[in-house]
C-alpha cells in the first residue's frame, strides 16, 4: 500500500509506503494552534518509507519530551504535511490530514487529554499521557 500526503496547493507531495506504526491524536495547544483545529492527528511511518517531493519551509519547537520536533510545512499554502520528533530519529510523522482519506486508520491514542475540547468525543481505546513526540 502506498498513500500520497499533500499540502492544500499540492506542490509538496509526500509518498507514504506500507502502514503507519501508529497513529497519534493531540489535544496539546501547540497542536491546536498549529492546524486551527481542535486537535492534530499524526501518522507515523519509518523514515525509509517516506519521500517527500517540492519545496519546504521548516520549524523546529521544543516538545514536552525534552526533545526538539521539526514541523516541514509548504512555503506557498502554509499547510504543515510531515514532521520529524527527534526523539523517534527513524520516524516520521505525517499529518493525517494531507492525505484527505476518510478510510485512514482511526489514531490508535490520544494524548493531552487536559486540552482535549469538551464537545470532542473521541475515546481511542489506549490513552496514553506521554507525548506522541
Ligand atoms: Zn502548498
Ligand atoms: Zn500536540
Redesign the pocket.
Known amino acids: 500500500m502506498e498513500r500520497t500526503a499533500t499540502?492544500?496547493?499540492?506542490?509538496?507531495v509526500v509518498g507514504c509506503k506500507g502502514e503507519p506504526a501508529s497513529v497519534s491524536l493531540c489535544h496539546c495547544r501547540a497542536c491546536q494552534k498549529r492546524t486551527g483545529s481542535a486537535y492534530g492527528i499524526a501518522a507515523f511511518f519509518q523514515r525509509e518509507h517516506v519521500e517527500s517531493k517540492g519545496r519546504v519551509q521548516r520549524y523546529t519547537r521544543s516538545s514536552d519530551s525534552g526533545y526538539e520536533v521539526t514541523f516541514h510545512f509548504?512555503p506557498?499554502?502554509g499547510?504543515t504535511v510531515f514532521w520529524q520528533p527527534h526523539r523517534k530519529a527513524d520516524m516520521i510523522a505525517v499529518a493525517v490530514g494531507a492525505f484527505a482519506d476518510p478510510a485512514f486508520p482511526a489514531p490508535s491514542q490520544a494524548v493531552y487529554q487536559e486540552h482535549r475540547h469538551q464537545w470532542v468525543g473521541i475515546t481511542p481505546p489506549s490513552p496514553s499521557a506521554s507525548p506522541p513526540w
Open positions: 499540502c492544500v496547493c499540492g506542490q509538496l509548504c506557498d499554502c499547510s
